[in-house]
């Protein structure tokens, strides 16, 4: 690991000022992702500006009937806060579907956005990535490329999005709240992250010198009928290679709404809201649930080793969607396929 400066940010204006002072610097809360890029050289940050002690922690509601999730909320907390578990249920599942409670205890909220992906060869520094190293190739592309992207890459990108509580933030249409020195911003979730195209070094829409201090959620939180499916390589403890959000506000026995959000098969989460459009007015019933999953995946693409994820995702958005209708959430604790 090479040598760094530390300073601990005591406020947001005194964090943006220690960032937009010196370029490269980083932000660190609980680094469960940063100090393993830094231990395997991927990462050189010149300075770390400590965050984890600034007021940004908690859950409160918004006058619009929403919730606001400080940034430095540890994942742990926010999977298991009352507001949470009772409206947005599904987001509670995504994060207790990721990582160890170890790591979850640790993890941020603002920081989880932020993770990047877990593609081999960006980690490996002795390969060409050009998430890594704008302009020097992509070895996934046609080295081993199981885990890779299906949906939205590029010639100059095949890395996935690791991150389970994004797909459910994707799936409930959150806001993401950041300060820069020219004052706060909010970004749409589906505009946070991008696709690869020829800048896949980039993966959000945040810029350097911004801090995300919130995140939040609408009041809708389809807490009856949903669920979050994660299949994955082992039961516990593995990213996975297609995940899926999903949820519905039915009456009448008829699709009033519907929300799909996929992980693990795009540079950022994929929500698409053409499929989502076609199950509206409709019985919730396997015959549409195919059809949605053939809308989905209408621009999929495999790669030597991944082309079964399509029919997987395919599988996993029919049994997910009918987990949602039927209220049969996918229960994470007993880590077993429903």
């Given at each position: 690991?090479?040598?760094?400066?530390?300073?601990?940010?005591?406020?947001?204006?005194?964090?943006?000022?220690?960032?937009?002072?010196?370029?490269?610097?980083?932000?660190?809360?609980?680094?469960?992702?940063?100090?393993?890029?830094?231990?395997?050289?991927?990462?050189?940050?010149?300075?770390?500006?400590?965050?984890?002690?600034?007021?940004?922690?908690g859950v409160e509601q918004t006058g619009s009937g929403g919730l606001r999730i400080g940034a430095l909320t540890p994942n742990s907390d926010l999977a298991y806060h009352p507001l949470i578990e009772e409206r947005y249920p599904i987001l509670s599942g995504a994060i207790l579907a990721g990582a160890s409670a170890q790591l979850r205890n640790m993890a941020s909220t603002g920081g989880n956005l932020l993770q990047r992906t877990r593609c081999y060869y960006f980690y490996d520094i002795a390969t060409p990535c050009n998430k890594r190293a704008p302009g020097s190739g992509c070895s996934a592309i046609h080295g081993l490329n199981r885990i890779h992207a299906i949906l939205g890459a590029s010639d100059a990108c095949v890395a996935t999005h690791p991150s389970d509580m994004c797909v459910a933030l994707a799936a409930l249409g959150a806001t993401v709240v950041a300060v820069g020195p020219g004052g706060e911003r909010r970004i749409a979730f589906s505009d946070f992250h991008r696709l690869p195209a020829d800048t896949p070094d980039r993966d959000t829409n945040l810029n350097p010198d911004e801090l995300i201090t919130a995140i939040e959620v609408p009041a809708k939180g389809f807490s009856r009928n949903y669920t979050y499916l994660k299949i994955r390589?082992?039961?516990?403890?593995?990213?996975?290679?297609?995940?899926?959000?999903?949820?519905?506000?039915?009456?009448?026995?008829?699709?009033?709404?519907?929300?799909?959000?996929?992980?693990?098969v795009s540079h950022k989460p994929w929500r698409?809201?053409?499929?989502?459009?076609?199950?509206?007015?409709?019985?919730?019933h396997e015959a549409a649930f195919k059809q949605v999953a053939d809308i989905v995946l209408r621009d999929a693409k495999g790669l030597a080793h991944n082309a079964f994820k399509i029919e997987l995702t395919r599988r996993a958005i029919v049994r997910a969607l009918t987990q949602a209708?039927?209220?049969t959430p996918q229960i994470q604790a007993d880590k077993k396929i429903r």
């Open positions: 690991m090479i040598n760094f400066d530390y300073v601990r940010a005591t406020g947001v204006a005194d964090a943006v000022r220690h960032i937009a002072g010196h370029p490269g610097a980083k932000f660190i809360a609980g680094g469960t992702n940063l100090i393993d890029l830094m231990k395997e050289d991927v990462e050189r940050p010149p300075k770390l500006i400590d965050i984890s002690r600034l007021a940004l922690n390589d082992r039961l516990s403890y593995a990213f996975a290679l297609v995940s899926v959000a999903a949820a519905f506000e039915i009456e009448g026995g008829v699709i009033k709404e519907a929300r799909l959000a996929l992980g693990g698409d809201q053409a499929a989502e459009g076609a199950l509206a007015g409709q019985a919730p209708a039927n209220g």
